[in-house]
């Protein structure tokens, strides 16, 4: 996953690849998220660097490098690093505004050009 | 990817994971495959292990450990691998028996009962 050479800036994912209507994102989290959902989609995470916490309402799963996990849709969840992870997302296109991103009270709503976005890249 | 330690068998996808409609699905490969595409979805190859050589009429492309390529629809590829890799494919369900594995010559069809499925499984 070079594709992380090219950026340092945390929370802000970067569309690397699509399929069909899904895009693949790389992001660099570190510390804690907000409480949120998806209504209407499961959410990917796949971890390339680090340990990723995900906390549910009634417990949390650890996910490492090399391995995955999907939320399903409509389970509430919030993601934490304590040290930064480097994740790949995967997500229905448009996903963006509604869901993760654009929820963070600290973190700016990225605007579509502020998007890496390549179709059919290899990372 | 922990799974991959849970079988050897070559070319018999396992669905590892689901997200919406989509599955992931480990696998080793050895060898040559045949040519093929999928008039409907675009596939997506993650390399865990080895390098895979992904072949097209007009030429290839080699995706490493660590890489991902997503073939788009309808266009016409044959993967390679020299020696043993392990993937994460991605496709939608269903595209099992009328695509890739369906279509292998020297490997027999598979049948619903050989997958190991499991809806949201950490890998």
Redesign the interface.
């Known amino acids: 996953?070079?594709k992380f050479g090219l950026f340092h800036e945390q929370w802000q994912p970067k569309v690397i690849?699509?399929?069909?209507d899904?895009q693949?994102k790389v992001v660099n989290l570190q510390g804690d998220f907000i409480w949120h959902d998806h209504k209407d989609?499961?959410?990917?995470f796949?971890v390339?660097e680090g340990d990723l916490r995900i906390d549910f309402r009634n417990g949390a799963?650890h996910?490492r490098a090399?391995?995955?996990?999907?939320v399903?849709?409509g389970v509430e969840h919030k993601p934490y690093a304590q040290n930064e992870v480097k994740l790949l997302l995967?997500e229905?296109r448009g996903v963006l505004n509604t869901g993760m991103w654009a929820a963070s009270g600290q973190r700016s709503r990225m605007s579509g050009s502020e998007r890496l976005s390549s179709s059919?890249d290899?990372?």
Chains 1, 2 share one sequence.
Do not use: H, L, S
């Open positions: 996953m070079q690849a699509e399929m069909n899904y693949f989609t499961d959410e990917t796949i390339i799963v996910v090399g391995e995955m996990f999907v399903p849709k995967i229905p059919n290899v990372v």
